[in-house]
Nanobody, 111 residues
Framework: VHLVESGGGLVQPGGSLRLSCAASGFTVSLYAMSWYRQAPGKGRELVATITSVVGSTVYADSVKGRFTISTDKAENTVYLQMNSLKPEDTAVYYC?????WGQGTQVTVSS
């Protein structure tokens, strides 16, 4: 199991980013996939989860209506589309599946 995140960066408040998590060693559509984040000085927070097979989604209250988690079976990749970004969304974002964490990608929201 190997997860590689990408797509982070610096964006102004109100902007958008799309994070990608490329998976290898398993099929993403067969397992629950999650995005977590950790802001400076804070603990890790579950941001979003997409379940296997049915593809149901769950979001943290802080991102509902702004973030969307999805999977691409052909690419074996999980995405996190982040819109209307706020400074408080600044964090390292991690892709998690089957007990394995990716290396994380930094998202900074600042003017």
């Amino acid at each position: 199991v190997h997860l590689v995140e990408s797509g982070g960066g610096l964006v102004q408040p109100g902007g958008s980013l799309r994070l990608s998590c490329a998976a290898s060693g398993f099929t993403v559509s067969l397992y629950a996939m999650s995005w977590y984040r950790q802001a400076p000085g804070k603990g890790r927070e579950l941001v979003a989860t997409i379940t296997s097979v049915v593809g149901s989604t769950v979001y943290a209250d802080s991102v509902k209506g702004r973030f969307t988690i999805s999977t691409d079976k052909a690419e074996n990749t999980v995405y996190l589309q982040m819109n209307s970004l706020k400074p408080e969304d600044t964090a390292v974002y991690y892709c998690v599946a089957r007990g394995t964490w990716g290396q994380g990608t930094q998202v900074t929201v600042s003017s």
